[in-house]
């Protein structure tokens, strides 16, 4: 046995020792998710090709989550696997060029432009803890106001990097970290990072290099403080500040969600030379303007919810300022942005867009019914900056939850999502989504 081979072996010994005498094992969790995932996308009207794009497929979601390991360094390891197996597709209803370089809707995309019939990853991810503070590296899930992980196809996307997160001081948590490469809800490839309008698969750049960092700040038991800060090396600088207030009424309570986005841009997307190579933002400049592809962008929002017995009412607006569309992560395969208008189909967040929402939700516990949600979102959004005139686009969301209560299948979750978006900036769609899923617990 070599001298790697025996510290290999050494340092495995160390920390069965410690799992079997702390809580490594003891704590451990593991659970398996069952996710059968239907969606029907009709293009009713546009450019964009094909007409309909239809999938089906079960997804295998294994979550495993070890405990620490006594001492005053305790150390863990946490482990997901990801399965996606194809239930129906065709290559007209899948349609994605192979040259495209990305996934279809729910599958990759084969040599022949047809839906592989499976695909998968697995992801580790190594973790300690001192105290209150806990550091993690390898496979992430962050859902923070500056990067937040998309999940709404059969299965997630995840990101990979590094992460500290602390709770030292009682009512704030502190958070800063670095992340490296974004593995698709449609792939098993890991790829770099990048913004709409530079994120070609074939053409496009990406980097390799984001970092955050922030904090919520509980300065009572009904207000949240929020500050977070993230940088796409190359691309954008963005700082946020947010509040969200609960306030218990005589009848009924209020929810107050202010959000504030300011963006900027970074390296090589702040000058000429580097946008020339490639590192743009999408969003609204005159053909000959010099500060063309620059991110230059300003986001607020204030959305209320207004909550009694189980009804639910709800009312927003949202503006965007600047040359550039909102800049968020987003590699072209799926992605999500921390905005009150991201919705089913549209985020609505392109240059100068002003957008309105409104939202009523049932909670039909109060009925005798537990388990059963129903809500109905629409979405106005108009001053959309083009070279020629301003355009608009509307979005109308209807989702129908239920999740069984008890027998045999108690936790089996049922969701049905329909959506239209009509849009002058983009194709219009009708979609529906049917969504059942079911959590084993393992351990």
């Known amino acids: 046995m070599n001298k790697s081979s025996l510290a290999l072996a050494v340092a495995l010994g160390v920390l069965a020792q410690q799992a079997s005498a702390g809580g490594f094992i003891e704590d451990s969790k593991a659970s398996l998710t069952l996710r059968n995932f239907y969606i029907n996308q009709d293009n009713r009207e546009g450019t964009a090709s094909p007409s309909k794009q239809e999938e089906w497929g079960q997804g295998f979601l294994f979550n495993y989550a070890s405990g620490f390991t006594e001492g005053t360094v305790g150390v863990g390891v946490d482990a997901l696997g990801l399965l996606g197996v194809k239930l129906d597709s065709g290559k007209g209803r899948h349609y994605n060029p192979t040259s495209s370089n990305y996934g279809g809707t729910v599958f990759p995309t084969d040599n022949d432009g047809r839906a592989k019939d499976d695909f998968g990853s697995l992801g580790l991810t190594g973790k300690v803890r001192i105290s209150k503070t806990e550091g993690r590296i390898g496979t992430l899930l962050p859902k923070l106001p500056v990067v937040t992980y998309n999940d709404g196809r059969l299965l997630p996307q995840t990101f990979e990097g590094g992460q ?207 388990g059963l949600k129903a809500t109905t979102t629409y979405l106005k959004g108009s001053n959309i900056e083009t070279q020629g005139s301003d355009q608009g686009e509307w979005e109308r969301d209807f989702r129908l939850d239920y999740v069984l209560q008890d027998g045999p299948l108690k936790g089996l979750g049922l969701s049905w999502r329909n959506t239209v978006l009509r849009s002058d900036a983009a194709r219009d769609q009708d979609e529906n989504r049917l969504i059942l899923s079911y959590t084993l617990t393992l351990l």
């Not at 800063?176 to 990048?194: C, I, P, T, V, Y």
């Not at 303007?289 to 991110?295: A, I, L, Q, R, T």
């Open 164 to 370: 500290i997160t602390s709770n030292e001081i009682a009512g704030l948590t502190l958070v800063g970290g670095q992340l490296e490469h974004a593995k698709g809800r449609n792939s098993s490839d890991a790829r770099g990072l990048s913004i709409a309008g530079a994120n070609n698969a074939r053409s496009g750049q990406f980097v390799n290099t984001f970092y955050f960092a922030g904090g919520d700040y509980k300065v009572s038991d009904n207000l949240l403080a929020q500050y977070y800060y993230g940088n796409l090396e190359d691309f954008y600088q963005q700082h946020f500040v947010g509040l969200t207030h609960n306030w218990a009424l005589p009848v009924g309570a209020l929810k107050s969600d202010l959000r504030y986005f300011y963006s900027d841009s970074d390296g090589k997307n702040a000058s000429v030379a580097g946008r020339g190579e490639g590192f743009v933002s999408s969003g609204n400049w005159a053909a000959n303007d010099p500060n063309k592809g620059e991110v230059d962008n300003r986001t607020w929002s204030a959305f209320f919810t207004y909550t009694l017995g189980g009804h639910a009412a709800s009312l927003g607006y949202q503006q965007v300022s600047g040359d550039s569309a909102f800049p968020f992560l987003n590699q072209g395969d799926g992605a999500t942005a921390y905005l009150i208008t991201d919705r089913q189909i549209g985020k609505f967040l392109s240059a100068g867009e002003r957008t309105w929402v409104a939202e009523y939700g049932y909670d039909f516990a109060k009925l005798g019914v537990p």
